[in-house]
């Protein structure tokens, strides 16, 4: 095999090629076990969700299958598959089926720079949290197309809405992280982590208070979640963008969701809430806690950040559009502008 | 030899995509190749060790420009839009005048070579400052007053836009 | 330094202000902008003197006007003894006169624009002053020139109003072309433009000659006398004195402002200023000495048979300014900037008298519907009586002490014609006292000649106008005391003060010579106002007796001398004649019309064939910009 | 390594096939995103010459022209929007008032 490649190419490209070969090999694997765990816990979000909710509304939520009903979002899964798919006589057909493949692909893309825990990374790269925010904004692609193509009017005003909503969000969201830049002195997301770790208080939620609030609303809306959930707004659109899609594409659209919510309480848990690490006074305090690996922690983490979604959707009502792109417009951004001169002042008062 | 591949593959894609977005009928697909396209670009970026400026081909361009630009052919008739012909009647000029300047430009870059002695920005320091780092300081230094501007450029494009695309309220 | 940039930019601030702002936003609180600048103005000025008087002079740059070749000018500033006089007449009167506005244009429509433009004369006219070359002098020159014409026509809806600030740009234009070749002169013999290398060099260029207009002339006579022609026109001197009476259309302070005390006082300003140029050249002082006394003659018998108001003042300055450019022609140039100092402060105060009657009478202006207004207008009686005793050369006012001191020095001075112009003089003072008291006479005293409405209507001027008319009065009686003589042993302070910038005037005469010259224009100046009271109040059938009688005398007097109409049959109508014949009936309807005509027609058919060109696609022209592209790409790169 | 001239010729490519579209489409969208791909040619070339030459100034240049082209996009789109409103056409050779 190496001489009938080596007469084709140069020999020591063989090597090379090899070399590349094993390192590609590995890194598919990181993909594919990063991709199946999260899809799992995308799935069992969508369960944990109904329950809490179905508490809160003193209900038991799923309980006929499995023990509590555990296995109901496999059986979810399974009926999503074997079910019709409708596709509109009129759509735009390629870009129909186009547009829940690049909603979910964008969202499960952003699941490579994440660290989940100390070193674990699929891809450690310099620029991570601008990777996550072009990805971030790529969303916006599939639900714009979806709505177009499936030449329908509530699709398409869904659509709309919801890439405007995106959009206007995305720099509330980008400008809130930038405190934490500020202060980790750095866009490789490991590297935010460790930053925080060295603060005094360990999360970045403390000092930069003021930027996690704006990022807590604003991923809410950028995941078109309720109470900004203007785009699916059933009472008035049906089900917005995804109103002609069904079976497995409508599955792509709902599994992308849960993905992007998981990324988003991912980023605050990174960002803000020290990620696998948790702060020094508290092992210092307890240091037995040292022996629980990171991993734990960063669950424990995004699980709750996952609950305060469950909880808001179960609390709050859904807000009149004007009101939703004023507080975008006319709150969140200039707050989040201000918590950057204030960081960016104290950094330079501190330093200096 | 596999940078070559590389860069051979990212050619001949970005060519065939740019063809492909400026000869399609319908200005959403246009659209939607254009957007493969900028993804491509921003590869070959990669591969020139500028990341930062490939994540901002991506967040910029891919992310608010085109989508700029696909909320604007949404608002057209593409019913119509698909039953008129794609090019004006005067293509073929447009054609020959474009190919030829090719011609002469290619021409002429093939027996370019690069004289100058190599800078500062050697690709071990960016690795060593990272390349956000090493723009930033320089950005924000030697460029601080063009940066300034184009500030001032982006304000007065916000504004501009407003007053344009605001509908007129007859009193 | 940096303090004195304030004296003139403050009022160009007020400008500024005024002109942007006033009409919809400051309006009738526009005169605070303008006061407040000038007196800021003032207060610097008063520093500078102080300064000046302990010695110090300053000669600097402020910035580069424009360079090319060696020819290099500059925006700087002198400050000498000399401008520190200067700047002090100009501030004080002009504040004076800004606060005196307030009440006598209250309620004008254009109120914002009058004080706009009298901040902008004002800088106009200390930039003139302030100026350390010539073209800035020129530009402030020029300046103050526009200003006049803006304030002579400020009622611009009157047509004499407008015709008369046409009048006087174009008369002065005459003068300022001899100006502007004068100026160009001294940059061709010198080759720069600032005072302090001009005036150093001079004397070395005393026996040059130059060839004009192919004769051999001396040249600092020629150049001399082409600076004369500036100030004869801006000082209104013979011939060129039209303007300055019809300039009394514009509002009375500006006729006290402009046309009285600061700007038409520019020529004597120049005169003196060149005072090193002038000494070279004895012709030239000759015809300096000469113009100012025949003017003044010549103001002072129009004057004396005028019935406005007005302009009866108006001949007064003219003939004032051309007692000083006597001084300076018999080489008395500090007295003559004394008489400059000291009659700013009387020539102001009697036009703004004259604006308060004005006031008072509703705009009417013949003396002989006047009379008996003292016991209405006591304020303004009383000044006004001081500042014509002050003219008449009374002693102990400041007039005297100047009048005094050139008539001295042309008496006694070396000029060959100082005897002659001493004689003009004194017989002008004579004729001043009589026709300043006539005024007096005829409007002060007697019986009420006007209409009933107007005597119930006459009222004194309110206290805002009333108190600069104080003021004035107290630098009308008090401003001549810096220079009292050697002989009435006051110490001459001024001319002490100005030796430094004019020099020290040579007078050989003994004592008893002086005692007789000064008693010859006291005593002048005493009939002259005995005579007046005769005249005009004891026998009042006298002057309609001696007008009949000497009819034809009084109908020259009364038409000046026929020069308007000399001018309008020499000038006016040959231009007429000539624009309307030649140049409308030839060269615009044959030549220019079909040229202006043909052009078009011949473009409009050209047109119609290269429209085809204009397809109105976007893209077409972008294609032809691509082929141009092309072509030069080709042409660049395939050589 | 690849050499630099290929890099120069991708971004020629690219700008003229950008030049093409500008000169020959009909809808008005359609060449503004011709303009757009001419800037990225361009963009191209300059990112590679930061590289071989080892100067950072292309990469600024290109940050600049980003933003400039994004602040384009915004007012060309406005302006687009107000012409199709006005015209309710996209077509550029309809827009012919400027005719001779």
Redesign the interface.
């Known amino acids: 095999m190496n001489e009938i490649l080596g007469t084709i190419?140069?020999p020591d490209?063989v090597d090379?090629?090899i070399k590349?070969g094993i390192n590609i090999l590995i890194i598919l694997l990181k993909i594919a076990a990063v991709i199946a765990v999260a899809l799992l816990h995308v799935a069992y979000a969508t369960y944990w969700e109904r329950k809490v909710i179905g508490h809160m509304q003193v209900r038991l939520g799923p309980i006929e299958v499995g023990w509590h009903g555990l296995l109901q979002p496999i059986a979810d899964g399974v009926k999503l598959f074997f079910k019709e798919d409708i596709i509109p006589a009129n759509a735009?057909k390629?870009?129909f089926y186009?547009a829940p493949v690049i909603f979910f692909v964008s969202a499960l893309t952003s699941l490579a720079v994440l660290p989940f825990f100390e070193g674990f990374v699929v891809a450690n790269?310099?620029?991570g949290l601008?990777?996550l925010?072009?990805m971030s904004?790529?969303g916006?692609?599939g639900i714009?197309?979806a709505g177009?193509s499936s030449n329908s009017k509530y699709a398409?005003l869904g659509g709309?809405r919801s890439?405007s909503q995106v959009?206007s969000y995305?720099i509330a969201m980008g400008l809130s992280l930038v405190g934490v830049m500020l202060m980790a002195g750095?866009?490789n997301l490991s590297d935010i982590v460790r930053a925080q770790h060295q603060y005094p208080t360990g999360m970045y939620a403390i000092p930069q208070f003021l930027g996690f609030f704006v990022f807590v609303v604003a991923a809410f809306a950028e995941t078109n979640r309720l109470p900004f959930d203007l785009p699916e707004a059933e009472s008035e659109l049906v089900a917005g963008y995804f109103t002609e899609y069904s079976s497995f594409r409508f599955a792509m659209f709902f599994l992308g969701e849960y993905t992007g919510m998981l990324i988003m309480s991912s980023i605050s848990a990174i960002c803000f809430l020290g990620g696998w690490t948790i702060p020094k006074f508290i092992t210092d305090a307890i240091p037995f806690l040292l022996n629980v690996p990171g991993i734990v922690w960063f669950l424990i983490k995004v699980y709750a950040f996952m609950f305060f979604y469950y909880w808001v959707r179960a609390t709050l009502p859904r807000y009149r559009y004007d009101q939703l792109m004023a507080i975008g417009w006319k709150i969140l951004i200039p707050l989040a502008l201000l918590n950057i001169v204030i960081t960016g002042l104290v950094k330079i008062l501190v330093k200096g | 030899?596999?940078p070559k591949l590389f860069f051979g593959y990212y050619a001949a894609v970005i060519v065939i995509l740019s063809l492909l977005v400026v000869t399609r009928k319908?200005p959403?697909?246009s659209v939607?190749w254009m957007?493969l396209l900028f993804f491509h670009i921003a590869s070959l970026y990669l591969f020139l060790n500028a990341?930062?400026i490939a994540?901002?081909q991506?967040?910029v361009y891919?992310?608010?420009i085109l989508?700029l630009f696909?909320?604007v052919v949404?608002l057209l008739n593409l019913r119509e839009e698909l039953k008129v012909k794609r090019f004006i009647g005067s293509w073929p000029a447009g054609l020959f005048v474009s190919a030829a300047i090719l011609a002469i430009v290619i021409n002429v870059i093939r027996s370019f070579v690069l004289a100058a002695p190599p800078g500062k920005y050697s690709i071990e320091y960016i690795k060593e400052a990272?390349?956000?780092k090493a723009l930033g300081t320089i950005l924000y230094t030697e460029y601080l007053f063009p940066f300034e501007i184009a500030s001032l450029v982006l304000l007065i494009a916000i504004i501009g836009a407003i007053v344009l695309a605001k509908r007129k309220t007859r009193s | 330094m940096n303090n004195y940039l304030l004296i003139p930019f403050l009022p160009l601030a007020a400008f500024l202000i005024n002109i942007l702002l006033g009409r919809n936003f400051l309006k009738e609180k526009a005169h605070w902008v303008s006061i407040l600048a000038v007196a800021g103005s003032w207060v610097v000025a008063v520093m500078a003197l102080v300064d000046t008087m302990a010695g110090k002079t300053i000669n600097e740059d402020l910035y580069s006007w424009f360079v090319s070749g060696n020819f290099k000018v500059s925006v700087g500033f002198l400050i000498d003894q000399l401008t520190a006089v200067m700047l002090i007449v100009v501030t004080t009167c002009s504040m004076l006169i800004h606060i005196y506005s307030v009440g006598y244009m209250h309620g004008d429509k254009g109120f914002y624009r009058f004080f706009a433009y009298l901040s902008l004369f004002t800088f106009c006219m200390l930039m003139l002053v302030m100026a350390n070359n010539f073209l800035q002098l020129y530009f402030g020159w020029e300046g103050v020139g526009l200003c006049s014409y803006f304030l002579i026509g400020y009622y611009f809806d009157k047509k004499s109003a407008s015709d008369a600030g046409k009048k006087a740009f174009i008369v002065n234009r005459f003068g300022d072309f001899g100006f502007g070749l004068g100026i160009i002169m001294i940059f061709l013999t010198f080759g720069t433009v600032y005072y302090e290398p001009v005036f150093a060099q001079a004397g070395g260029f005393a026996n040059h000659t130059v060839n004009f207009l192919g004769y051999d002339v001396h040249l600092m006579t020629l150049i001399a006398l082409l600076l004369f022609c500036g100030s004869i026109g801006k000082s209104a001197q013979m011939p060129l004195h039209v303007w300055l009476p019809d300039a009394m259309e514009g509002p009375t302070p500006v006729s006290a402002l402009i046309h009285a005390a600061t700007m038409v006082t520019a020529g004597v300003f120049l005169v003196a200023r060149c005072s090193p140029i002038f000494s070279l050249s004895e012709t030239a002082l000759m015809v300096v000495a000469l113009t100012g006394a025949i003017t003044s003659l010549f103001a002072a018998t129009i004057g004396l048979v005028q019935n406005d108001i007005k302009r009866i003042i108006a001949y007064s300055t003219i003939s004032q300014l051309g007692y000083m450019f006597l001084a300076c022609g018999v080489g008395a140039y500090s007295a003559g900037v004394f008489h400059l100092y000291t009659h700013a402060f009387f020539k102001a105060l009697l036009f703004l008298c004259a604006g308060s009657v004005m006031h008072a009478m509703a705009g009417e202006l013949n003396l002989q519907k006047m009379g008996g207004l003292k016991k209405y207008m006591p304020v303004t009686y009383i000044t006004m009586l001081l500042a014509s005793l002050s003219i008449a050369g009374v002693p102990g006012f400041a007039g005297f002490f100047s009048k005094d001191e050139i008539l001295w020095l042309a008496y006694s001075g070396p000029s060959p014609v100082g005897k002659l112009v001493w004689g003009i003089g004194t017989v002008v003072a004579f004729l001043t006292a009589l026709y300043s008291f006539r005024l007096i006479f005829l409007t002060f005293h007697g019986k009420f000649r006007g209409t009933h409405e107007q005597e119930h209507h006459l009222h004194e001027s309110p206290k805002v106008m009333t108190i600069p008319l104080i003021l004035l009065c107290v630098g009308a009686i008090a401003s001549g005391w810096v220079g009292i003589p050697h002989l009435l042993g006051g110490g001459a302070h001024f001319t002490e003060f100005m030796k430094p910038v004019l020099g020290h005037p040579e007078g050989h005469g003994t004592h008893s010579e002086e005692w007789m010259v000064m008693a010859v224009s006291v005593i002048a100046g005493f009939s002259g106002i005995g005579l007046a009271y005769f005249m005009y109040l004891k026998r009042a059938d006298i002057p309609v007796r001696l007008a009949a009688r000497f009819s034809a005398v009084h109908k020259i007097l009364l038409n000046k001398y026929y020069v308007d109409e000399f001018y309008s049959f020499l000038i006016v109508r040959p231009a007429i004649w000539i624009a309307k014949n030649i140049l409308i009936g030839i060269t615009d309807a044959k030549i220019i019309e079909a040229i202006v005509n043909g052009i078009p027609k011949a473009i409009g058919g050209f047109s119609q064939v290269i429209r085809k060109v204009q397809t109105g696609f976007l893209q077409h022209y972008a294609t032809i910009m691509a082929t141009g592209i092309l072509i030069i790409v080709a042409i660049m790169l395939l050589r | 390594m690849v050499p630099l001239n290929w890099y120069l010729m991708l971004s020629a490519v690219v700008f003229m096939i950008g030049v093409f579209g500008f000169l020959t489409r009909k809808n008005i969208i359609i060449m503004f995103m011709s303009v757009e791909l001419m800037l990225n040619g361009v963009n191209i070339s300059l990112i590679a010459f930061s590289h071989y030459l080892q100067d950072m100034r292309g990469q600024i240049l290109v940050f600049f022209i980003i933003t400039v082209a994004a602040a384009e996009a915004a007012i060309g789109l406005a302006i687009i929007i107000a012409l199709f409103r006005n015209k309710s056409t996209a077509h550029v050779d309809e827009m012919n008032e400027m005719k001779g």
Do not use: C, K, Q
Request: glycine share 2%; aromatic share 14%.
């Open positions: 190419i140069a490209t090379i090629l590349y735009d390629p870009l186009l790269i310099n620029i601008l990777f925010f072009a904004s790529l916006a692609y714009i197309v177009w398409f709309l890439a959009i995305e750095s866009l | 030899m596999l319908n959403v697909r939607m957007l990341e930062f994540a901002i991506v967040i891919a992310g608010a989508v696909l909320f949404l990272t390349h956000t």
